[in-house]
């Protein structure tokens, strides 16, 4: 008896690509929310009035 067949683990393998394993966290998504949140902070840095010396 046959337990895993090749063709499904390849497919399978391929697909988690980029996830933990068993979390279903994707680690592209919290590189962008992170990039995301660091851009709002720097425009919102932009908006500050300077201190003139």
Same mark, same amino acid.
């Given at each position: +008896?046959? +337990? /895993?067949? #090749? =063709?499904?683990? $390849?497919?399978? =393998?391929? $697909? @988690?690509?980029?996830? !933990?394993?068993?979390?279903?966290?994707?680690?592209?998504? /919290? *590189? !962008? =929310? &992170?990039?995301? !949140?660091? @851009?709002? &902070? *720097? $425009? !919102? *840095? %932009?908006? *500050?009035? %300077? #201190?003139? $010396?």
């Amino acid at each position: +008896m046959i +337990m /895993y067949d #090749k =063709g499904i683990a $390849a497919i399978g =393998g391929g $697909a @988690a690509a980029g996830t !933990l394993a068993f979390t279903g966290f994707d680690v592209v998504w /919290y *590189l !962008l =929310g &992170g990039f995301a !949140l660091i @851009a709002a &902070g *720097l $425009a !919102l *840095l %932009r908006t *500050l009035p %300077r #201190k003139q $010396a």
